[in-house]
């Protein structure tokens, strides 16, 4: 009588299938860290809400929102604080979101959204209607600073895909955009020197940064900006993830460098246009937003971009709570802020990251 030996495992099938289930591992536990951060952003959000000069509590806030309560409350609510908070929410989105993709399409870790000059080019053209009252016609008064710093934004944006056309490769782009800084930076310096004390107090305030410009109008404008763009940057998630090993190895696998490179400078540019037409000069955020991401999720785009668009609302959001805290009674420009909220954070992650 023969006996059958018992049919040995196929190693090929076990390792196919530990493969399988350590990237299903991987991908539950980007999932539940996107659930994390978006559930700091809440409670971040709502702390926002609870915090300024006139205490008010959770319930009185919930009354506020849903009509309940008296005037004061919802005036305050309705008014002041959350025009605030969401535009603060949505310039850390899309700040960060721009930082995301400037760095990976640049392949430089300390890009950011103002690289380029984008921010230069906004503070000249915001210095231009403060202290020369210049701005485009048929513009109300109240609109000339934004107006004009979008505008010149869109003018750097236009000149950096001209340049992005005739050059490969990153680096001239940053020495570009460099030279953009220094430049717009001269002109607002010259502006400055002839600026009466009125304007330059309000240009200086205006490049620090602020919030208080907060209203309907701004909030629905990043608003509809940041849903709009970030569908098409989930769209090239998978081509800036090639893009990672190294643009020869993208084009290998069929990816338009130049294409690419043209979608993500115009989307990254637009979001960082918008955000400072509303809200002036606000640094580290598209800088430290990424990084966090990064250091949390990987490099996986298709969870690195939503994750980026997160952090960035998130240091927003705590910039936000710290310059109605910090000193009391008095409302610190959130562009000195977002540095004192933002650098401890990045640091102590990537201490911990190695």
């Known amino acids: 009588m023969t006996t059958t030996a018992p049919a040995m495992p196929d190693s090929t099938t076990d390792l196919r299938r530990r493969a399988l289930e350590g990237h299903g591992g991987v991908i539950r536990r980007r999932v539940l860290t996107l659930v994390a951060l978006a559930v700091l952003l809440a409670a971040s959000f709502v702390f926002d ?48 979101l721009a930082g995301a993709e400037m760095q990976t399409m640049l392949a430089n ?99 620090m940064g602020s919030l208080t410009r907060a209203d309907g109008f701004s909030v629905s404008v990043l608003a509809v900006a940041l849903i709009a763009i970030l569908p098409f940057s989930m769209r090239a998630s998978r081509a800036l993830t090639l893009l990672e090993l190294g643009e020869e190895r993208a084009e290998s696998l069929g990816i338009s460098i130049r294409g690419l490179r043209f979608g993500c ?12 037409s509303f809200a002036g000069t606000i640094g580290f955020v598209g800088l430290a937003g990424p990084h966090v991401s990064r250091m949390l999720i990987g490099g996986d785009h298709r969870f690195h971009l939503p994750a980026s668009v997160l952090c960035g609302a998130i240091i927003m959001s705590l910039s936000s709570i710290a310059s109605k805290t910090i000193l009391p009674g008095v409302l610190l420009p959130i562009g000195i802020v977002t540095t004192l909220v933002g650098l401890p954070f990045f640091v102590i992650l990537l201490m911990r990251a190695r």
């Open 49 to 96: 809400l609870m915090t300024g000069p006139a205490r008010l509590a959770l319930p009185e806030i919930v009354n506020a929102l849903f009509g309940g309560s008296d005037s004061t409350a919802s005036a305050i609510i309705w008014q002041v604080r959350l025009p605030t908070a969401c535009l603060a929410v949505l310039i850390g989105g899309c700040l960060g």
């Open 109 to 207: 870790p300390l890009a950011s959204p103002f690289t380029l000059g984008i921010s230069s080019a906004a503070a000249f053209g915001a210095a231009l209607a403060i202290v020369l009252g210049v701005s485009l016609p048929f513009i109300p008064a109240g609109f000339a600073v934004p107006a004009n710093a979008f505008v010149f934004s869109l003018l750097t944006i236009l000149l950096i895909q001209l340049i992005a056309n005739r050059q490969s490769g990153g680096a001239p782009l940053v020495l570009f955009g460099i030279a953009m800084v220094f430049a717009f930076n001269a002109l607002v310096s010259a502006l400055q020197f002839v600026a009466t004390a009125d304007s330059l107090q309000q240009l200086v305030f205006w490049t």
């Open 265 to 276: 400078l115009l989307r990254a540019s637009l979001l960082a246009a918008f955000a400072v």
